[in-house]
């Protein structure tokens, strides 16, 4: 078996490398490249390492014809076009932890850097003016510090603030009462921390409702004299509006490690007195880069041997713990919405994805994903569990995910159903030994089969001498079946047959077969 090729094309640590090779992928090095020549390579690769330097666009992604994997050795992401990626099929991973102490630490060193104006007093120092009495500073202990974003980073400087004896208010859509409790911290809407807060500190990604969250009319609702600290994305903080708060004493300190624009090679900050920056060191400890360099190589090759996700930005997680256990099920998943995809006509716009029994206790994610790869092969050949939710999303599809705490017949079920002009058609799918993908139920009819390979799905009047000629149409074409499934509504009613073939049926034997009397419907399918 051929092994996964990876590609690092920026500089991390060497035992990244090492890492790929021990988990059984091959590896290059190579950085340094423009994009014109990353893009004359990455078509020999499965995976993607990079840090801040590389920039995967467009471009780079559709000269990516084996691409499977992007990692990226850090938390940002604005130097991968996600969109493109997910289109393409291509998974983008991060590593939102490997340096998050890392930021934390720096956040609160700013934060004590603000209250005792150290850079200032160290510049007056070096310089021989020894400014004893011109630099009064404030306690950090008993003030109240405003966290934006209760995340993983934020979490831990708050952590930190709360040994300094401060108290924290916390802002975050996501924080939960429970949550805040545990953290220790007061959970608060956002005017009301900035009406509280001594020190604001940022830990929020950058977003279309995040951008700008200390704008001018926020900053004018500040405590007059509060301090502020950004190691997050640049572009939380309105710098022109922070510059004129600064000034007017509103805000009495800012620190940002980050900008809207970087390299930050001019701002109206620069030399504004109590501003204090610098060029984006949240991460920049030794630590840190070794240790999302690791997570980065450990991530991607699970991904690439063992088909683990972590920390994927456009697919749902999958652990190597879990992915041997959810295979069976995705492979049932993926076939049950292959065949409802190719039996059903009409424009569809919604999909529901029912679990019962054993299935019910499982990640639902990955198994509505397997749905959506096999169902969303109807519009195009290149779908896979990645861009197939994506898809369907572009074509405005309404996905319904249920669970069902009840065992039926089954000790586990899929149930995969579309809406159609007819009305509701669903297939259900269930796991023999638990493993073994098998077609419990077709449109209301009970039917046991498997789904593999070419088939030939008929639907029919249940009449004596109907299954002869079926027979005899197909072996005069010279085709042989290989399994034979029946199922019908009643004696003499609808009836289903669902047939294995050994080779592909073409288009006139299936005509033949349509003009069979009692006939309703023929369909060649494939798995």
């Not at 951008?211 to 007059?224: G, Y």
């Not at 072996?475 to 004696?491: D, K, P, W």
């Amino acid at each position: 078996m051929t092994k996964p090729r990876v590609l690092i094309s920026d500089k991390m640590d060497p035992n990244a490398a090492k890492i790929f090779i021990e988990r059984g992928c091959d590896v290059d090095v190579i950085t340094d490249k423009t994009p014109e020549e990353l893009a004359a390579m990455i078509g020999d690769y499965d995976g993607l390492a990079i840090r801040s330097s590389t920039k995967v666009t467009k471009a780079i992604l559709d000269a990516a014809t084996n691409l499977k994997v992007i990692g990226r050795a850090g938390i940002g992401v604005d130097n991968v076009d996600i969109p493109a990626a997910s289109a393409k099929g291509v998974v983008v991973m991060n590593t939102p932890f490997g340096n998050s102490i890392t930021t934390a630490e720096h956040a609160i060193a700013l934060m004590f850097a603000l209250a005792r104006q150290l850079p200032e007093a160290n510049a007056q120092t070096q310089a021989g003016l020894w400014p004893k009495n011109g630099f009064m500073g404030v306690e950090v202990t008993g003030k109240t510090l405003g966290l934006i974003g209760a995340g993983n980073i934020g979490s831990i400087v708050a952590s930190r603030a709360l040994g300094l004896k401060m108290k924290v208010v916390a802002f975050d859509p996501f924080l939960t009462a429970e949550r805040a409790v545990e953290m220790g911290v007061e959970k608060a809407d956002l005017d009301t921390l900035l009406a509280k807060a001594d020190f604001i500190t940022l830990h929020t990604p950058l977003t279309d409702q995040t951008r700008n969250i200390l704008s001018k009319d926020n900053l004018a609702k500040t405590k007059k004299g509060v301090r502020i600290i950004n190691c997050a994305r640049g572009g939380l903080v309105d710098e022109a509006a922070l510059k004129e708060a600064l000034d007017s004493g509103q805000v009495a300190g800012a620190a940002l490690d980050v900008f809207a624009t970087e390299p930050a090679k001019e701002s109206p900050l620069f030399g504004t007195p109590n501003f204090i920056c610098t060029p984006h060191l949240g991460a920049s400890t030794n630590e840190a880069q070794v240790n999302v360099a690791l997570q980065v190589a450990e991530q991607m090759a699970d991904y690439l041997v063992t088909g683990g996700v972590t920390n994927a930005l456009n697919m749902p997680s999958l652990s190597a713990e879990e992915a041997p256990k959810l295979k069976p099920y995705m492979t049932l998943a993926q076939k049950l919405g292959s065949l409802v995809g190719q039996l059903a006509h009409d424009d569809l716009d919604n999909i529901a994805i029912e679990v019962e029994g054993a299935a019910a206790e499982l990640n639902m994610k990955p198994i509505t994903a397997a749905v959506l790869s096999g169902f969303m092969r109807r519009f195009s050949d290149a779908v896979n569990m990645v861009n197939a939710p994506y898809l369907a999303k572009e074509r405005g599809f309404d996905i319904r995910e249920v669970r069902h705490d009840k065992t039926g017949a089954y000790h586990t079920l899929i149930r995969v159903t579309v809406n159609t002009s007819q009305g509701p058609r669903s297939v259900a799918g269930t796991l023999f030994a638990n493993s073994e993908a098998r077609l419990v139920e077709i449109f209301g009819i009970s039917l046991e089969a498997e789904l593999e390979g070419n088939m030939l799905y008929i639907v029919n009047e249940d009449a004596p001498g109907f299954i002869g000629r079926v027979g005899t149409t197909l072996g005069e074409a010279g085709l042989n079946i290989g399994t034979f499934h029946l199922g019908r509504r009643s004696a003499g009613g609808e009836a289903v047959l669902l047939l294995s073939m050994d080779s592909k049926i073409e288009e006139p034997v299936l005509w033949q077969l349509c003009k069979l009397p009692g006939v309703k419907t023929v369909k060649a399918l494939k798995f």
